[in-house]
């Protein structure tokens, strides 16, 4: 399967505790974002990356999120000191060089659950 | 800030009924819009886009901007079309802009 990977695909913690998640893009896609989804609501922008430089941050992406995609292929988003907020399904997608067309190739997701 | 709204969390229809489901935007600009759809157990993935005026699976949408709507219409619903509908926008069209808003969504279920 060529498709947008992520990793765990399950994730259950204490709150406090550190996660991170990461994401495997499509080889070929320069452009990675990441979204999160909570119960009732659509994905919701975090970031974004084109090849290594992270372009845009939400301000949904507290002090606690970082995210990185240090050689322009894989990225992880890490959650530090865990809040039960953050529970959540968090989404990877890349999207294809070039002129964007608005077609984003998503992964399966990664889901959290804080304790 | 631009805003998606998709006013009906659920739709259920009879199968050979017609289904049109609602998106409402607000954005100021010229943007692009899209329906991206998740069946039960797989990804989120795009559907159509406004800009290709085509038509998918038998859906259609036609971008109204002077009612700022872009719904999607089927004549006649299929049982396979039960799934999760977003309707996302992204500002201004050309190709500059890479971050797509997000409805909360529409559950269609289709009933046999």
């Known amino acids: 399967d060529t498709g947008v990977s992520q990793d765990p695909r399950h994730k259950i913690t204490k709150r406090g505790q550190n996660v991170t998640f990461r994401c495997d893009p499509i080889?070929?896609?320069?452009?990675l974002y990441w979204y999160r989804q909570t119960l009732g609501q659509g994905p919701e922008f975090l970031t974004y990356?084109?090849?290594?430089?992270?372009?845009?941050k939400s301000r949904l992406l507290s002090d606690r999120f970082s995210a990185e995609r240090p050689k322009g292929s894989f990225s992880t988003l890490e959650i530090q000191r865990t809040e039960q907020g953050d529970s959540a399904m968090y989404l990877c997608?890349?999207?294809?060089?070039?002129?964007?067309?608005?077609?984003?190739?998503f992964g399966e997701g990664s889901r959290l659950t804080v304790l | 800030a631009q805003r998606v709204t998709q006013p009906e969390k659920l739709l259920s229809v009879f199968k050979g009924a017609p289904v049109e489901l609602k998106c409402n935007y607000s954005?100021?600009?010229?943007?692009?819009l899209f329906w991206y759809v998740q069946y039960s157990r797989q990804r989120l993935q795009l559907l159509l886009r406004?800009?290709s005026r085509e038509s998918i699976k038998g859906f259609t949408a036609d971008l109204n901007k002077g009612e700022t709507s872009f719904h999607l219409k089927k004549p006649f619903a299929q049982e396979e079309d039960s799934a999760m509908y977003y309707c996302?926008?992204?500002?201004?069209?050309?190709?500059?802009?890479?971050?797509?808003?997000f409805g909360k969504g529409t559950l269609l279920t289709v009933n046999p």
């Open positions: 997608a890349s999207s294809r060089r070039g002129l964007f067309t608005g077609e984003l190739f």
């Open positions: 080889s070929e896609h320069n452009r």
């Open positions: 990356f084109q090849n290594e430089a992270q372009l845009e």
């Open positions: 954005y100021s600009g010229s943007p692009e």
């Open positions: 406004h800009i």
């Open positions: 996302a926008l992204i500002r201004d069209s050309g190709g500059s802009n890479y971050k797509l808003t």
